[in-house]
C-alpha cells in the first residue's frame, strides 16, 4: 500500500458523522489485538488549552527520561503531526501498516452501517503506535468533551481539565456546568483530577470526579483569576523576552521556577497544570521539570516568528481563545496592527472580532479547505466592527504577503482565526523545495516514489525526469495550478496522490532551464488576485533552482536540457544565502570550508587524550593552521556511544584556556558543545561559532548564540551522546531529517539568530545506520532545502564499516568521503586529519571549477 492511499483511506472516514461513545474504538483496539494495553496515558480534556499542555506534558516527561507518545489534533500541515513518539512523527510506513491491518475490519462495519469515525480510527492509530513503539507514557489530547470521547477508551493514570467555556453545546450540554460535567469523566481512577476551572464548573467537575487539584493562576502583582484559594497556585511575571514568559510554580511542599515559550497568562496556568501532572506521572527533578516546560514548543500557538516587524502566528478559532490571544499582544510594543484573519464557518465570528484588539488594518482570507468561511464574510464582520482598511485576499499566504509589504519595522502583524490559517502563513518560513539529483530513470522513479505520485504517472514520467527536478510542498489549488502552467509550458509535474484540500501535496516539478524560468516568469508576473502567493512561491523556487534574477531573460533564450546533477543542483550554500556581511565573517559562503576537530577530553573515539594538555592543544592548532584548516572545532565532551556526560564546570575548565590561547590565531574558533553555559564561556574568552550537537535541546543556548551575534551550528540527533542500539525508522532519511531540522532552525531564528548564520548539520553517526549515513553523504545538496550553509560530519565514523574499512583503518575512507561531501555541495565538512582532507576538498572544488578554485600561492 502507498502512503496516499492509506491517508485517503483515513481522511475518507470524514464521512462518518461523530457518535457518543468508546464502543467503536474499543472494538477496533480488540481486532488490533489491544496493542495499547502496556501503555500508560495522561488524558487531558478541555475548551482551551489542552493541546499546549499535553505538549507541555509529554516534553517534560521526556526530560526525565521516559519514551512519550503524544496524540493531538488537529494537524497544521501533515496527517502524521498528531501521532509522535519522543516528538518524531508516525512514520509513513507505519500509517501504511496500521491502514493494512485495519481496513478489512472497518470497511466491513460500514457494510453494517457501524463504520468507525475518522477520529476514531485515527485515535485507534495512536494507540496501536505507541504499544507498537512500547512507549513508557503516552499524552493523549481529547477530541470533543471526555464522557464520550474516543480518547476515553483507555483508562488513565492522570487526567486534567484544562477549562471550560461554552462550544459543542448540541452535543455536550447547554451551560458550562454540563459541560464541566462531561469532560470530568477523564477522571482517573488512583489519582485526583486536575483542573483550572472555577466557580459553579469547578463544582460541576468535583461532582463527577471527586478528588480534584486545583490550579490557579496569578499576575507578578498577586491578582487571583477568581479561583480563590488553589491547591497549585501559578504566578505569572511576564515576558522574559520577545518569545518567553516567566511563571512560577507552588505548592505546599514544592515549588518551581521556569520560563516557558507560550506567552500569556492562560499558558502559565496550562504550565501549573502540566507540571502537577508530570508529578504525578514519574519520580521527575525540579531541573527536569524547568527545562521539559521551557523546552515545550508547540507551534502555532502566540509564536513571535519575526520582530522587525513583529509577526505573531495563533490559532485562536472561538472567542475564549481570541480573549488571552489579546490580553498577550498587548504586552508587546508597536505601532500599526495588520491582522491576517482565515476561520472556519461554524465559528462566531462577530465575539472573535470584538475579542481581538481594533486592527489597522485587515486581510480576510479563505484557508484553502471548503469549511472556510468566505472571505466577503469575514470581511464584513470587522467592517461593522469599526475598521476602515478591510481587504480580501483568496489565500492566507497571499493576505501575509501583502501585510508584511505595507508594515514597517515597528509594526505588528497577527494571523489568527484557525489553525489552518495558521499552517499556510507558516509555511512561508517552514517550506522549502528540494532540489534532486537524478542521474538516470533509477533516480527518477526513486524521487517520484518518495513523493507517493502514484504508479501510473511515476511510470510515464520516469523519462521526463531526467532534467531539472525540485520537489516541493504546496497547497492543493496552488499545486494544481503550477502543474497545469507547467505542462502547458512543455515541462511535467507530478502531484502525489493524496490530494485533500486540508493537506499540503508533494509536487515533483520536472523540465529544462528555460522551461522553469518561463514558469517562473509567469508566476512573477501576478495574473490574477493571487500575485502576493504566486510570487512568494517564484521566490522559493528561484533560490531552490539557484537563478539569479537578473539572467531570467537571459536564459529564457536557450532552451537546453540541463541534467539534475549539474550546476543548480550542486552548488553550495553560497548561492542561496544572500549576505553580504555573513558571507565576509564565515569563509562557508564563498566555497566548502574545513573544520578541524580539536579534542580536549580523555575519552574521544579517536584521539582521546592527545590533546587534553592545553601545550598539545595549542601545537596542533597551529598546525592544523598551517595545513589550511578554516575553522578549529574545540571539543571537551565525548558524544561516542555510551559516553558519560561531562559536568559544566568541568567543561569549561577544559576548553575556555584553549579557547582563549587559540582565539588569535589565522582561523575560526567553534566549541563543540551541548550546554549554553559553557557556550557562552567560550565566547566570551574568543570563540566565534557554537557546533551545538544536541540541536539546542539546552533552551538557553539559542539565545547565547543571538546575545553574541555568533553563528550557530544545529545538528539533528536523537540522542547525544549516542544510545547504542536504539533504533529509528525514517521513511526518507534526507526528507526526515530536512523536516525536523526545519523546526530547530526556525526555533534559532526566533531567537534572534540570523539564517544565514545557521549552518545545518545532518548528524551522520547520529540515530542512522551506516547505510542512510551513506544515503545522505551522497544527496548532501537536498539539505540546502533549508536555505542554510551544510556541515558534514563523517570523520573516522563507524559508518565505513559498510566499506570494509574497521576502526583505526578509516582514514582514506574519511578523505573519499570529503571530497563527495565538497561535489555534492557541503559548505564545512569536520574532520580529524586536515592535510588529507584540505588536498581532497580543494581537489573535489578545482575539478568543478577550475578557474575559480586556484589555491597557488
Known sequence: MEYHEAADFLFDLRRFRPKPGTESTARLLAHLGDPHETVDFVQ???????????????????????????????????????VRVDGRKIPRSAVCAYVEAARDYVTDRAADGESPTFFET???????????????????????GGKYDATSVVDPVASAVT?????????????????????????????PLVTGVTGGALEAVRDVAGDVVTVGVSDADGSEDGNAEPDVRVTYGGRANHTEAAVTVESDDWRLETRIPLPGAH?????????????????????????????????????????????????????GACEPLAATLATYDYDRLSLVFGAMHDKDHREMAAALPTPDSVFASEPSLDRAEDRDVLAAVFRDAGVDDVRTTPTVRGGLETALADADADDCVLVTGSLFAVAEARSRWTSAGVPKRIRDREDARDALAKADVPDADGSRLQDDAVHRVVKRSMGARQATAVKQELLRLGGECALSGRQREEERVDAVLMGTRS?????????????????????????????????DPEDASAASNADTVVAADADASTASSASTVDSSDASSRYPWHDRTAVMGILNVTPDSFHD??????????????????EAGVDVIDVGGESTRPGADPVPTEEEIDRVVPVVERIAGLDALVSIDTRKAAVAEAALEAGADIINDVSGLEDPEMRFVVADHDAALVVMHSIDAPVVPGRDVEYDDVVEDVIDQLSERVLLAEKAGVDREDIVVDPGIGFGKSAREAFEMLGRTDEFHALGCPVLIGHS????FAHVD????????????????????GADVVRIHDVPENVAAVRTALAARDPERFDWRP
Open 44 to 82: 487531558i480534556a478541555g475548551s482551551n488549552g489542552k493541546g499546549s499542555t499535553a505538549r507541555m506534558v509529554e516534553r517534560s516527561l521526556r526530560e526525565a527520561g521516559l519514551s512519550v507518545g503524544l496524540y493531538t489534533s488537529p494537524h497544521l500541515e501533515d496527517l502524521r503531526e498528531r
Open 122 to 144: 485515527m485515535t485507534a492509530m495512536a494507540l496501536w503506535q505507541f504499544g507498537r513503539e512500547d512507549v513508557d507514557v503516552a499524552v493523549l489530547e481529547v477530541g470533543i
Open 805 to 824: 574499512r574497521e576502526a583505526g583503518e578509516r582514514g582514506a575512507a574519511t578523505v573519499a568521503a570529503s571530497a563527495i561531501a565538497a561535489d555534492r
Open 267 to 319: 499558558q502559565a496556568e496550562n504550565a501549573g497544570i502540566a507540571a502537577v501532572l508530570a508529578r504525578q506521572v514519574a519520580d521527575i527533578s525540579d531541573e527536569d521539570l524547568a527545562r521539559g516546560l521551557r523546552n515545550a514548543h508547540w507551534p502555532g500557538r502566540f509564536e513571535v516568528i519575526e520582530t522587525d516587524p513583529l509577526v505573531i502566528l495563533d490559532g485562536a478559532h472561538n472567542p
Open 163 to 191: 477549562s471550560v467555556t461554552l462550544e459543542h453545546t448540541g452535543i455536550l450540554g447547554d451551560t458550562e456546568e454540563e459541560i464541566a460535567r462531561d469532560k470530568a469523566h477523564v477522571a482517573p481512577a488512583d489519582a
Open 515 to 547: 522551461q522553469f524560468e518561463r514558469l517562473l516568469e509567469t508566476l512573477e508576473s501576478g495574473a490574477d488576485d493571487r500575485s502576493a502567493d504566486t510570487a512568494a512561491l517564484a521566490a522559493d523556487l528561484r533560490e531552490t533552482l539557484g537563478f
Open 608 to 625: 582521546g587524550g592527545e590533546y587534553a594538555g592545553l601545550e598539545d592543544a595549542a601545537a596542533r592548532a597551529e598546525a592544523m593552521i
Open 796 to 799: 573516522h565514523k563507524s559508518m
